[in-house]
């Protein structure tokens, strides 16, 4: 199989056509698959897929293990109730169930964010089908925290390099959920890391930003009134425009972002139009 490339933006995203992800993928072609993603910037687009859940599954294995797969590290016991009944790996976005059907209005991950990186491993690759797109809205904002770290300046890249920050699911749970909806047992350590703030990429070498404001709640060893406008100033920096691209969907889209190298904010415009995606959430390394 063969595919073709086409750039969505300057700063980030291919577009990949020509694949049926449904067919098996051989090693080769996923090595391709990844070094495509890796060079876009960690965003790929794989257009006109028709995947059962099972095959998005299986797809997503090729490119490392999955938070939530029997055996593996399971995601937060508060966003249990998104996942699919019979794949915990797949986390069902986009979507609040009442009495077991959609309603229509979603919200999840409507700031800037990358996925759980308030666990000590948090996600490398995240990949999600959309499987019923609104007519117009529901996009997803990415911002590209290599590039927007590259255009630092040397003196505030030297301040920034050992510093390290505190992650926590407290932080999203104050921006997504209700506080009674949050499992208490989610508020302790499997969901708190401190990472570095800046992070070199382990498969490209690239550093990039790794602070959001969807996680992270603080600088270590900044007073709270330091952390806020140091983060603030980054967060300001980061997702100006010249560092994001918004992503359209169309229906059958399979895209691929690299949590590692990326935020995101998916925009909750679409009012009850329905949307329904399915995510699988890659498990990456311990940032450094
Ligand atoms: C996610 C998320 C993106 C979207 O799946 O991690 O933040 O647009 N949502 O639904
Ligand atoms: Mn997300």
Not at 21 to 42: H, K, M, V
Not at 135 to 155: H, K, P, Q, R, V
Not at 216 to 245: I, K, M, R, W
Request: hydrophobic share 35%.
């Amino acid at each position: 199989m063969s595919f073709t490339v086409n750039p969505l933006s300057p700063v980030l995203g291919v577009e990949i056509t020509g694949l049926d992800l449904a067919q098996p993928i051989g090693e080769n072609l996923a090595s391709d698959i990844r070094q495509c993603w890796l060079d876009a910037g960690g965003l790929l687009v794989l257009r006109d897929q028709r995947l059962t859940t099972e095959q998005h599954i299986q797809f997503s294995r090729l490119f490392g293990p999955l938070f939530g797969a029997p055996g593996e590290i399971p995601l937060q016991e508060t966003v249990s109730r998104y996942l699919h009944p019979d794949h915990r790996e797949i986390y069902r976005v986009s979507i609040q169930l009442e009495n077991g059907t959609p309603r229509g209005r979603a919200g999840a991950g409507t700031y800037w964010h990358s996925d759980v990186s308030f666990k000590s491993r948090p996600a490398a690759a995240s990949i999600l089908h959309a499987i019923e797109i609104p007519d117009c809205g529901g996009d997803t904002i990415f911002c590209n925290m290599t590039a927007a770290y590259e255009a630092l300046s040397d003196a505030m890249k030297e301040m920034l390099a050992p510093l390290r920050a505190h992650n926590d699911f407290a932080q999203t749970a104050a921006t997504q959920f209700a506080k009674p909806v949050v499992v208490e047992d989610d508020l302790t350590g499997a969901n708190h890391a401190v990472h570095p703030v800046v992070r070199s990429h382990p498969e490209t070498g690239r550093k990039s930003l790794f602070v959001t404001p969807g996680n992270t709640t603080g600088l270590e060893n900044f007073s709270a009134d330091e952390s806020v406008v140091l983060l603030g100033f980054l967060y300001d920096h980061a997702t100006q425009p010249e560092f994001c691209f918004r992503h359209r969907y169309r229906q059958g889209d399979v895209v691929m972002w690299d949590n590692r190298s990326l935020m995101h904010y998916a925009v909750c415009d679409y009012g009850d139009q329905p949307r329904y995606m399915e995510r699988t959430t890659g498990i990456g390394e311990k940032p450094a």
